[in-house]
């Protein structure tokens, strides 16, 4: 429930309610690690980390990953490795690592290749198959610069994808569109962006940022009698990329005036880990630290040395 209510709050709004969906994703983490799901608490921890490299806390983001990765341990279900693999993956290519990126995936590939129809799943992981691994390593591909590795992985799946789902339909797109403009195939990128942004009014902060990201692309071939079609069509405010705007390095604790939410202090109450996490959080420890025990072993105890991002 927290990791839904952390995704909907992260993507719901244009301004994102990003520290919302953080103590959300706390919450659940906490909550999961009282149960000693590790699993749980890995895959809502994966995806905090998402969340960090999509708003500027990329070195963050690659520690809280791969610290999803370990604490899920590897007994878990194939399809919950291939999933934290992912997240690590994309920490990775949003901090501009590309070996290491490539190395998740195809790890991911191989954890899902375990998945039997036989083997036991979390059913929160029902959505994992390998259409899904295939669309996020395209997108890898696409943020690495890497088009002739992701166009025939994205027209594979998108010819076969449920229609229905349209918002996933137009982010999906989104990517195709791009990687068809860094191929050099500026009429492809314009035909795939223009069936992307009939599809991209749902709302979702995550469309409208894709759907500035893909017109900012586009503008390198206005001259593209196509893409000059498209660009005309769009308002000024589609054509603007916003950046991140949360800052990079540590957690920012609430103001000491603020009240806990009340789920949070229910928790704390029967659950003296969360309470000793809770002062962790207060004493602005490091974003490797946050989500850990006070004086138990940390998640990055064999990274010991990993320094947060300050820049």
């Not at 390593?137 to 002739?148: D, F, I, S």
């Not at 660009?231 to 609430?254: D, K």
Request: proline share 6%; charged share 20%.
């Amino acid at each position: 429930m927290a990791q839904i209510a952390g995704w909907v709050a992260s993507d719901a709004s244009a301004a994102g309610e990003h520290a919302e969906a953080e103590r959300i994703y706390r919450l659940g983490m906490s909550a999961a690690q009282a149960a000693e799901d590790g699993v749980l608490s890995g895959n809502v921890a994966g995806s905090l980390a998402y969340q960090w490299s999509n708003t500027g806390r990329k070195a963050d983001a690659v520690g809280l990953a791969r610290a999803a990765l370990e604490d899920a341990g590897p007994g878990a279900p194939a399809k919950a490795r291939a999933l934290h693999l992912d997240r690590v993956a994309w920490a990775h290519t949003r901090a501009g690592q590309d070996r290491p990126a490539m190395t998740a995936l195809g790890e991911a590939a191989e954890a899902l290749s375990e998945n039997s129809a036989g083997t036991a799943s979390p059913s929160h992981l029902y959505w994992m198959d390998a259409g899904e691994l295939q669309v996020m390593g395209a997108r890898v591909y696409t943020e690495l610069r890497r088009p002739l590795r992701a166009v025939p992985l994205l027209t594979d799946v998108l010819g076969r994808y449920d229609a229905s789902r349209a918002r996933e339909l137009a982010l999906y797109l989104s990517w195709l569109a791009v990687s068809y403009a860094d191929a050099n195939e500026p009429e492809a990128a314009a035909g795939t962006a223009g069936r992307m942004l009939a599809l991209a009014q749902s709302g979702s902060e995550r469309t409208a940022e894709r759907t500035r990201i893909v017109l900012d692309r586009l503008r390198a071939y206005r001259d593209v009698p196509e893409v000059a079609e498209q660009l005309a069509s769009r308002a000024p405010s589609e054509l603007a990329v916003r950046r991140p705007e949360s800052t990079p390095g540590r957690f920012r604790p609430p103001p000491a005036t603020a009240k806990p939410h009340p789920d949070e202090a229910a928790l704390a109450q029967h659950n003296d880990s969360a309470t000793a996490n809770d002062r962790c959080v207060q004493q602005d420890a490091p974003c490797y630290q946050i989500f850990t025990h006070c004086g138990r072993r940390s998640w990055f105890s064999s990274h010991s040395s990993h320094t947060p991002n300050a820049a």
